[in-house]
């Protein structure tokens, strides 16, 4: 499976944006796919997660802010963020892992810079 993130960018606190992962190499549905991030200096840490089903998990920091969905017809997960703050600045990577087994292909990561 190879993972392509978009979407990332430059905005201002309070802004959206919306970020997409889309496979390509072998359909997804059955996969469990992470919004992951890492900002400068820190560890990456998942922020949202949507299984094969459509249940979701979101990190505290983010809940009630950031949304995400999928596509199966188009092999596609998505990121919507809201309210952006720039303690949201990171490189934000998407993730699929089969079944109840670890993240096993990453995407390249795309950047989110918030400004005040």
């Known amino acids: 499976v190879q993972l392509q993130a978009s979407g990332g960018g430059l905005v201002q606190a309070g802004d959206s944006l919306k970020l997409s992962c889309t496979a390509s190499?072998?359909?997804?549905?059955?996969?469990?796919m992470g919004w992951f991030r890492q900002a400068p200096g820190k560890e990456r840490d998942v922020v949202a997660r949507?299984?094969?089903?459509?249940?979701?998990y979101y990190a505290d920091s983010v809940k009630g802010r950031f949304t995400t969905s999928r596509d199966n017809a188009r092999n596609t997960v998505y990121l919507q963020m809201n309210s952006l703050k720039p303690e949201d600045t990171a490189v934000y990577y998407c993730?699929?892992?089969?079944?109840?087994?670890?993240?096993?292909?990453w995407g390249q990561g795309t950047l989110v810079t918030v400004s005040s």
């Open positions: 993730a699929a892992a089969a079944g109840g087994l670890s993240y096993a292909y």
């Open positions: 190499g072998r359909t997804i549905s059955s996969y469990r």
């Open positions: 949507i299984s094969s089903a459509g249940s979701t």
